[in-house]
């Protein structure tokens, strides 16, 4: 599984082997809206293949961009400045 952000839930069926619920914000995710996503480039380059869905489907809503160049530095920097972080368990992922 990828990292969930804040805001966002999952419930995930074993059984059935689907999602029966996706929510943001506590809202349903609509399937017809455009949501903004960051990954790193080796997901993007494997896009298709992880989740089915072709890369000009994607170029067909924005043009994809780099942000950050290193994930490590990037959590190096942040742990640095924020020494001590506690964390509880938040449900955004339910596999039942």
Do not use: W
Request: proline share 3%; net charge negative; with cysteine.
């Amino acid at each position: 599984f990828y990292q969930l952000s804040d805001g966002l839930e999952a419930v995930y069926d074993r059984n059935t082997h689907s999602f029966s619920k996706f929510n943001f914000c506590q809202m349903p995710i609509e399937e017809n809206h455009i949501y903004t996503v960051g990954i790193q480039s080796y997901h993007y380059k494997n896009f298709e293949a992880m989740f089915s869905v072709p890369i000009e489907e994607i170029l067909q809503n924005g043009k994809p961009r780099m942000v950050a160049t290193n994930s490590q530095e990037l959590l190096e920097e942040y742990l640095s400045d924020h020494q001590n972080l506690e964390r509880s368990v938040s449900g955004r992922l339910i596999i039942s």
